[in-house]
């Protein structure tokens, strides 16, 4: 199977983007099988390519979600394995990037996930770096998400470093409760990932000619 690029991934529709991970997720276990489905389920129940409004001047509002762009998730020793999955999956269902940041592969939260083979089918969208790595990576790149699994204490330590980047505002996706995994039953945690885009029409008549304005405003939701 031929690798997609970032662009070409942010295209591509859900099942379009299933296909493309299949061999990844067969090899995963049943229970992880049943986490990527549970979200699956989520996103196609939830989500809409586009709606149209029409506002109180006669305006067409065509309201669409775009994907976020670059996502950093990133955990540490506490990390949960399910809790890196859904870290991972979403995102890239979203038509994110990924770039997954934790402690060397040995590490059994991320060997059981079959990673590698993930970025072998999809290396121009997934990625896997070095945990102490990260905040040269974020003043390197325009992350726009960072999600974190892990330990409260480095996590204010990367907000405070955060902080000192300018440019556009970057989220974060904050896990702290390494044995509940509060996003692992969040049926809204695509919603990160996501922004908001509207394009407004509004067509004008001016003494018999006809104007035709747009405007589009971008929001993170």
Known sequence: MMSVSLNAWQHLSLNEKLSQLAPWVESLNTQQQALIHFHCQNIENQVISSVVLTGATGEENTLTLQPKGLVCAVCDKRANELGVLAQVIVPLLMGCSVH????????EQVKSLNLTLLMDLIPSVFSLHLFETVIPF??????????YQGDSGYLLGLQRAILEKEG???SFVVDTQP???????SCDLWREFISERVLTINVTAIGGNARLLAQTQDSDH
């Not at 974020?138 to 999600?147: G, L």
């Not at 044995?179 to 039953?185: A, F, G, M």
């Open 168 to 170: 556009p505002l970057i």
């Open 138 to 147: 974020v003043f390197a790149h325009e992350v726009r998400v960072i999600s």
């Open 179 to 185: 044995q509940t995994i509060p996003i692992l039953t």
């Open 100 to 107: 997954l940041f934790t402690y060397p592969m040995e590490k």
